[in-house]
């Protein structure tokens, strides 16, 4: 993988907040930043019986569930077939441990309605739950982050990015490959918060330091993909790619990467048709 000189006119093309972890989001036109991600996104998430995270790895029908997102952090739950339901945030009492991957995370039951629906839609007991102090609750793994820095409910950090051109050369691979009736694929099987548009394939590998708009963010690491890209995000099927490409043309030792993982620097509101412009 080799890095292309800087982009000239880069913009910001999309922002996608996502309120539940792997439940379908929304596209806003602008979008605060905070210190652990946009404002709303992945302060949800269901957790099963034990308090560990369930996602599209175990149940890919999360993808035709969606969460809007209300004032004030609340969510409305929607899904084919069932009636909607709309969670308020809980009071910050009655804290319970959950497990986030390799973190314990404390977080605040959303509520016996939203246990019953959600674990209704997808046919196994879950439980709904809100991060209620996202600067305290989760650090950024400390190799790629600085003292005091935190993490929403994503998966590792507080915004991913994505880049348009770099999506169009992954597909051509796929339309090259053995797998072809498979592509081309949309973005949304990657869940960015921020797509930028404007770059040569794959510039992104490069950055270490961006701006967009007014707001600063650290380029912490690539990102590595999981099952979750195979999840067509309209038809909850799962396939082999993009990860079969990936494997391909786009292994680091055991990731297989597409994106960038993001940490604010300086926060601020992000706007489509921001400029983006690489510091570092």
């Known amino acids: 993988m080799t890095a292309v000189s800087q982009p000239v006119h880069a913009v910001l093309h999309g922002i996608h907040i996502h309120p539940v972890k792997s439940l379908t989001g929304c596209a806003p036109g602008s979008a605060a930043v905070e210190p652990w991600g946009l404002a709303g996104d992945r302060r949800w998430m269901l957790v099963d019986e034990n308090g560990k995270a369930v996602t599209q790895r175990q149940h890919p029908r999360l993808a035709s569930a969606a969460?809007?997102?209300?004032?004030?952090?609340?969510?409305?739950?929607?899904?084919?077939?069932?009636?909607?339901?709309?969670?308020?945030?809980?009071?910050?009492?009655?804290?319970?441990?959950?497990?986030l991957f390799r973190d314990k995370v404390d977080v605040v039951p959303g509520g016996p309605a939203a246990d019953t629906w959600l674990s209704s839609y997808l046919g196994a007991a879950v439980r709904l739950v809100h991060l209620d102090e996202p600067a305290v609750r989760r650090p950024i793994d400390p190799r790629y982050a600085r003292p005091g820095e935190t993490v929403s409910l994503a998966d590792g950090y507080p915004l991913l990015l994505t880049a348009l051109s770099s999506l169009d050369a992954l597909?051509?691979?796929?339309?090259?490959?053995?797998?072809?009736?498979?592509?081309?694929?949309?973005?949304?099987?990657?869940?960015?918060?921020?797509?930028?548009?404007?770059?040569?394939?794959?510039?992104?590998?490069?950055?270490?330091?961006?701006?967009?708009?007014?707001?600063?963010?650290?380029?912490?690491?690539?990102?590595?993909?999981?099952?979750?890209?195979?999840?067509?995000?309209?038809?909850?099927?799962?396939?082999?790619?993009?990860?079969?490409?990936?494997?391909?043309?786009?292994?680091?030792?055991?990731?297989?990467?597409?994106?960038?993982?993001?940490?604010?620097?300086?926060?601020?509101?992000?706007?489509?048709?921001?400029?983006?412009?690489?510091?570092?």
């Not at 979750?228 to 043309?249: K, S």
């Open 171 to 280: 597909n051509s691979l796929i339309a090259g490959g053995d797998l072809p009736d498979e592509g081309p694929l949309p973005m949304d099987r990657f869940r960015p918060n921020v797509v930028v548009a404007g770059t040569p394939p794959w510039a992104e590998d490069g950055w270490t330091r961006i701006a967009i708009g007014d707001v600063v963010l650290r380029v912490a690491k690539p990102c590595g993909r999981c099952v979750v890209t195979t999840v067509d995000q309209r038809t909850a099927e799962r396939g082999r790619e993009p990860l079969r490409t990936l494997a391909r043309h786009r292994r680091v030792d055991n990731d297989l990467l597409f994106g960038q993982n993001l940490v604010p620097e300086r926060t601020g509101v992000l706007h489509v048709g921001d400029p983006v412009r690489i510091l570092e």
């Open 67 to 99: 969460a809007e997102p209300l004032p004030g952090g609340a969510v409305k739950l929607s899904a084919p077939g069932r009636e909607p339901l709309t969670v308020a945030v809980p009071e910050p009492v009655g804290a319970i441990g959950a497990q």
